[in-house]
């Protein structure tokens, strides 16, 4: 929502201001910049970006029209993780492994399907989850190998963000190389009347007022949005290692939780009583069951 209401501020703004100065709005409209400037910038994204990462790009960009992770989020992957460390305390780690095989037949995690929806998540977690089963790894070991998945996907996901600044940075010039287009059809029609010269003048201008408007006024603000987006989602992963490194150290779970729940940006972090109100929910089902 926010990022409409951005939008529609950036261009009432523009809009509103040139319309006081007694402009006319129609003369903005030059369909001819518009298919330079645009398919230009399509172009050199197609030139310069693999077809996967334009794939994850669009996706991405259609995520951030969809309400962002809160608290609600957040305390529903606590709950989660707690129950799987609760199971793990009563039957130990191996109590988990048929969970992790096949997490959509999980009584556990079919109990959030905001989680299973969440794939990346998912696979980190059942990742790392198969890896504490196979044992023969210190904490510490362990630890740094989730940091380095981390990394990956994080440096994966935030690919898109990169080639999305890279079009904005490039489209102040795509502006002028409209503007010069239209300077050199001014040119050749510099013997008409001075309104039809000026009217050239004019459309050429409008594109170098394009590409400055849509570099600062849209797509930059985009990409950092995207950053910002895949910082949030790193969050998320972010407490997932923290609490499986706890609970791989022996602590017990309502301590494991405690560590996954400190990660978390405070904006979005459940207090302690609520923390500790999810650690109430009913025990799943016993090793014996």
Do not use: W
Request: overall charge negative; glycine content about 10%; proline content about 6%.
């Amino acid at each position: 929502m926010l990022l409409i209401v951005g939008a529609l501020v950036v261009m009432a703004a523009v809009i509103g201001g040139f319309l006081i100065e007694g402009g006319h709005i129609l003369v903005l409209v030059q369909p001819a910049e518009f298919i330079i400037i645009g398919g230009a910038a399509l172009g050199s994204v197609i030139i310069a970006t693999p077809l996967s990462i334009l794939k994850e790009l669009m996706s991405q960009c259609l995520a951030l029209f969809k309400a962002p992770k809160g608290k609600v989020q957040y305390s529903e992957l606590l709950s989660m993780l707690f129950q799987l460390f609760k199971l793990s305390q009563q039957g130990g780690i191996m109590a988990l492994e048929s969970h992790v095989e096949a997490p959509d037949k999980s009584n556990i995690f079919s109990k959030f399907p905001g989680f299973l929806s969440h794939h990346g998540a998912l696979d980190f977690l059942s990742d790392s989850l198969k890896v504490m089963i196979v044992g023969g790894i210190s904490p510490h070991d362990l630890d740094n190998l989730m940091e380095l998945d981390l990394e990956v996907r994080h440096h994966h996901a935030s690919r898109p963000a990169g080639a999305l600044s890279k079009v904005s940075d490039s489209l102040p010039g795509l502006g002028i190389v409209a503007a010069v287009l239209g300077v050199v059809n001014t040119m050749a029609a510099i013997d008409g009347p001075p309104s039809e010269i000026g009217e050239k003048v004019g459309a050429a201008l409008v594109g170098t007022f394009l590409g400055i408007l849509l570099c600062y006024g849209f797509v930059g603000p985009l990409a950092s949005r995207l950053e910002q987006f895949i910082a949030d989602e790193a969050n998320y992963e972010a407490s997932i290692r923290a609490g499986l490194v706890a609970l791989y150290k022996g602590l017990p779970p309502v301590i494991a939780i405690e560590f996954a729940r400190r990660v978390l940006p405070e904006e979005v972090r459940p207090s302690f009583e609520e923390t500790e109100a999810l650690c109430r929910v009913p025990k799943p089902e016993s090793v014996a069951a």
